[in-house]
């Protein structure tokens, strides 16, 4: 059942992960705003809902309360996962200002907008002030505007997601406290076994004649021995002979990153954070647990914990595995949008109703 009465929009909406995650819990996402065109088509299809093509930047207070409509009759969420690549542990490289921006101007927007509720999701290490003084100013902004909020480090597995991802959610209310929902998988953690064991075997450069999505990249003649070397569940390069180990690994300087890549899964375990690269064998582990290859696309959607009927391109078009992995790494995992909508519910039902 749809809660018409909460009406969210969502910045940097990408394919719809997060927004497919709240409409599953009822709440009526008007919106979907991000600057990637190519996202609009799997974001309308699967969500029944309006994409913007616009960059953040270029987005108004004016054109959020539009979307809105009139205050008194509606409960407004403003949500969003701002580009992330540059809060990763895994980039070294200098922050510019202009990587900052996109977080900047969502508090902009709370600022301005002054939504009911601000849903905002992140990597963990943004939670760090001193060394994003960002994150600083953007709950600078909600005590600004009298907001409770609350944020917190959320490993997604402990909420039935079946990959390990650290994320900072963070949630923020005019209604009074706010908080995620307990956890719901603490003790039950969801493996690699669970959802994708059942699926097809597939080779390296194989695809699925029962599901196009189910495809792997093909892999150069050395990476296939170098699979091959590597012991099923869970096994890594440590095994390997000299001569299969890279140069860049061998050097004093890269031996801390040699069991980080290259490595297989274990069956038993959640899979490791989904990335835009995630199927490919040399960007971390992301090997099959058995078979000799990297994970299918499919596989990758299902660890992201999207349903398998998520259409990401018409099926007129080629699929393209950069393209596709890109959607599917850069999404919030659907799951993850069910709880923070369950979560916005179960505030609403003790905060808000004892208000009216």
């Known amino acids: 059942m749809k809660e018409k009465r909460i009406k969210v929009v969502d910045l940097f909406c990408g394919i719809g992960g997060l927004t497919h995650g709240l409409i599953k819990e009822g709440l009526d996402v008007i919106a979907g705003i991000d600057n990637d065109n190519s996202c609009k088509f799997g974001y309308e299809y699967n969500n029944k809902t309006k994409f913007i093509h616009k960059d953040i930047l270029q987005v108004s207070a004016e054109d959020i309360d539009e979307l809105f409509g009139e205050k008194s009759k509606t409960i407004r969420v403003l949500a969003g996962c701002a580009p992330c690549q540059p809060f990763s542990k895994l980039n070294i490289k200098k922050i510019t200002k202009k990587q900052l921006e996109p977080l900047e101007k969502f508090a902009q927007l709370i600022d301005e907008v002054k939504p009911d509720i601000v849903s905002m999701e992140n990597v963990g290490g943004l939670a760090n002030m001193e060394k994003y003084p960002i994150f600083k100013t953007f709950i600078n902004t909600l005590v600004k505007n009298n907001y409770n909020y609350k944020y917190e480090i959320v490993d997604v597995s402990e909420y039935g997601v079946p990959q390990k991802r650290k994320r900072l959610v963070l949630l923020a209310s005019k209604f009074g406290e706010i908080e995620l929902i307990k ?124 349903p398998k009927d998520y259409q990401f391109l018409p099926s007129s078009e080629p699929i393209l595995i950069n393209k596709i992995a890109k959607f599917i790494g850069n999404a919030v995992p659907v799951r993850l949008g069910s709880v923070i909508g369950k979560s916005i519910k179960e505030h609403l039902s003790k905060k808000y109703e004892g208000r009216r």
């Not at 699979?227 to 801390?256: M, Q, R, V």
């Not at 000799?292 to 696309?297: F, Q």
């Open 183 to 306: 956890r719901t998988h603490k003790d039950k953690k969801v493996t690699v076994r669970d959802v994708i064991r059942t699926l097809e075997p597939i080779k390296d450069g194989g695809v699925s004649k029962k599901d196009p999505l189910h495809r792997s990249r093909k892999l150069a003649p050395i990476n296939l021995k170098r699979i091959k070397a590597t012991p099923h569940d869970g096994g890594s390069s440590s095994s390997w002979s000299k001569s299969l180990i890279l140069n860049c690994h061998k050097k004093e300087s890269g031996k801390t990153y040699r069991h980080t890549v290259y490595g297989r899964m274990s069956w038993d375990q959640p899979a490791p954070t989904m990335t835009t690269q995630c199927v490919g064998l040399g960007n971390g582990r992301y090997g099959h647990p058995t078979q000799n290859r990297a994970i299918s696309l499919r596989e990758a959607a299902i660890f992201q914990t999207f």
